[in-house]
Nanobody, 117 residues
Framework: QVQLVESGGGLVQAGGSLTLSCAAS????????MGWFRQAPGKERELVAA??????YYANSVKGRFTISRDNAKNTVTLQTNSLKPEDTAAYYC????????????WGQGTQVTVSS
């Protein structure tokens, strides 16, 4: 069973930065595609960034501001968030996907990011 634990959320002013980290245990981390999702109150969950299987994805809303990276030796994936905007306020979740499933199977508990204007 894969366990994912996020950290690094908090309150920041607009224009600021936060580094979100996700530590994985169990399973074969290097074989997973790792994603960061977010969900704001009253809105659908959206995929913000993903990395793995030789490709990286960013939602248009975060391109040029967020950077996803992973360290397979440490079983961690990081989301560097810069130039934060109030509309980035959401609960951010780390998730893992295997090649055998079309959806992300493993999820963390989430970390809250709040951006004040």
């Amino acid at each position: 069973q894969v366990q994912l634990v996020e950290s690094g959320g908090g309150l920041v002013q607009a224009g600021g930065s936060l580094t979100l980290s996700c530590a994985a245990s169990g399973g074969s981390f290097s074989s997973y595609r790792m994603g960061w999702f977010r969900q704001a109150p009253g809105k659908e969950r959206e995929l913000v960034a993903a990395t793995g299987w030789s490709s990286t994805y960013y939602a248009n809303s975060v391109k040029g501001r967020f950077t996803i990276s992973r360290d397979n030796a440490k079983n961690t994936v990081t989301l560097q968030t810069n130039s934060l905007k109030p509309e980035d306020t959401a609960a951010y979740y780390c998730a893992a996907r295997t090649r055998f499933r079309d959806e992300y199977t493993y999820w963390g508990q989430g970390t809250q990011v709040t951006v004040s204007s």
